[in-house]
């Protein structure tokens, strides 16, 4: 009975096995938060992603002319449905690879419960949170995007080579503010800081100056602010500069938008500076930028940059492990390990060429040199920028 | 790809229907039986997750515990501190009223939220827990799934019997009749706050047991896992929409809305990609519509409450009736 059962299976199994095309697309999955809390970066990240999938497929496609499909999902920035769509890429779209989530607590429970299990390689762009770094993951998830260890720790060193001696940290309550306070809070004080003040705050209160009063009894001159520049951290920003209770502000990548410039003004943003990840002003993100702005994408938008890595890495792995599901991980490290011919965005002919003759090649993203650790982390690179007239301009480069 | 991996996504399907049906049964009890309206089902799911999780987790620095107990030892844990953070919650809030006590239980569930959020010392705050075990997890991912739907869908059912069998109690009758005419129950010398409390406990147990079974499903718990959206108001349509009053109904409300919640996306990705992104946003929208159109054809719920001996139709009806004019006749049905 269980034999004829067994049997039945295998036959519908070799008919579709035969009916199926001998060239199928490679599918990959795009996950990306369209719905919940990170909608607002979704335009563009998404259409950074596409971008890269019809950068590959007008150059040739992949492996024997394959075209690479991305399939978009909604991780909603919440672990419950990314879980799940995560399973519907893996099992029902026959992905071999995915791009995303965005929200770290999404990922966790993506990683978990779909793509580890099923081996599936899984390469984030937007993931920060240092819980991930040690994720038991069978070296199949990769990030883009560095941590918020290394943000917190360059701006913590960067502020005490400029002689900030004393700052208040206000941060959002949430695994991104809350991961880059601690990492700044720990090399601050280790390297001879004082935190005077260290609060966090929740989202979309109406007023934040309660909070600020506290904050600046500590008698610090400098405020630090982990937040997002598009919501709370504009009201707790102009509050703090209304009532006078910091003189200097820095803030990390989250700040970095044009949305307190417009807000607030230029002239009153004279004592504002912010961190953010950038590309070691590389030709290959000159070529991005061009290549993306060429599009009539917005280059200034967040993530864009690591995004476009993560799906062309992708590319790369698949092409130079031969479409083979369980070599993925170990190519896509071979890819990008800082050996062999240089690989620049958008150079897809190129790679696919020397991958097929068997030579070594190195990508150099736009957001980086994407050299994985053994943690799939890749270290960043950061400058402190100011407002310069409606944009921002680099102060210095952090180490 | 492995014959067996086919069913990967509907197993990983219906073991969140299992999860679903748990939270569902509880709210039954709730509102279904006992008429408590209560609007914090992911408190309750959160502190049966997190208990779990702290109980089943090796130890960790910074945080509580990480007790690294067996598993079973974790969802009998959740179950337990569910019901004994019910019973003060209950205690005080259960004096109010329907509407009253839907607000009262919104702000409980959004306290026990934050204090997730902000607590390092017990949750690890932002960052969640994350290494928590799955029974049977290290085999291979169609095994562990299956493995994993039949422990579900053992306590899942090892519930619905046990809560049948408490409704065609007396007790059952009981809470119906306090749901229906509380000054009628009490005059007939029930009660009415103890029953309401163990009403209240017993469905909180019963929605910390299915934070506990979701925590082991997704390995990892974040605050960003406790949104009432899909936590609380998604647990609200399935009882509304499959029936209140009947576990079947709710369970029915439970498959209908999470398949639809969950398949509906296969079936957009079939749009021109730039429809596919929009139409993420109509999933809620068809639930909310479905929703609709079922309390305006079907306000009972598809598998509406049934009772023995029903001379006429709408025993809602003779209920309010009975709230103009008090006749007790019927309480003890």
Redesign the interface.
Known sequence: MNRKLMGL??A??GTSALAGPALADVNIGLLAG??G?AAAM?PEI?RSY?FAVDQVNEQGGLLNGQKLVG????DG?????A???A??L?????VIGVVGPW????L??AA???TI???VLLISPAAT???IT???DNDLVFRTIPSDEYQGQALARTLLERGTKKVAVSFI???Y???IAEAFKKEYEAKGGEIAGYE?H?ENKSSYRSDLANLAQGGADTLVLLDYGDTSGLTVLREAIENGFFKNFVGAEGMKTSAPIKAIGAENLTTFMASAPISSKSEALEIFNKAFSGIGGDINASYVAPSYDAVFLMALAIEKAGGDKSKLSQSLRAVSNGKGEPIMPGEWKKAKELIDAGKEIDYKGASGDVDFDANGDVPGSYALFKVAGDDYAIVTEMK | MEWISILNYPVYLAIFVCIYGCLAIGLNIQWGYAGLFNAGVAGFFAIGAYTSAILTTPHAEGRIGGFDLPVPAGIVGAMLLAALIAWPIGRICLRFRSDYLAIVTIGVAEGIRLVARSEEWLTNSARGISGIPRPFGDLPYAQAQLAYLGITAAILLVVYLLVERQAVSPWGRMMRAIRDNEDAARAMGKDVPHRRLEAFVLGSATMGLAGALYVHLARTITPDAIDPMLVTFLVWIMVILGGSGNNRGVLLGAVIVWVIWSMSEIVTDQLPAEFALKAKYGRMFLIGLLLQVVLRFRPQGLLPEALRKTPRDGNRRRAAEDRTAPAAGKIED
């Open positions: 299976a295998f519908l199994l369209i719905t809390g979704a998404t596409q399939v978009s999902a909604d920035c919440s672990p419950q449905v879980a799940d769509a399973t519907k893996v099992n029902v779209s026959g929200c770290s607590g999404a966790l429970a978990n419960s779909a299990p099923a081996g949170s240092p819980e040690t994720l038991k309550n949430n695994d503010g809350k991961g966090a929740e």
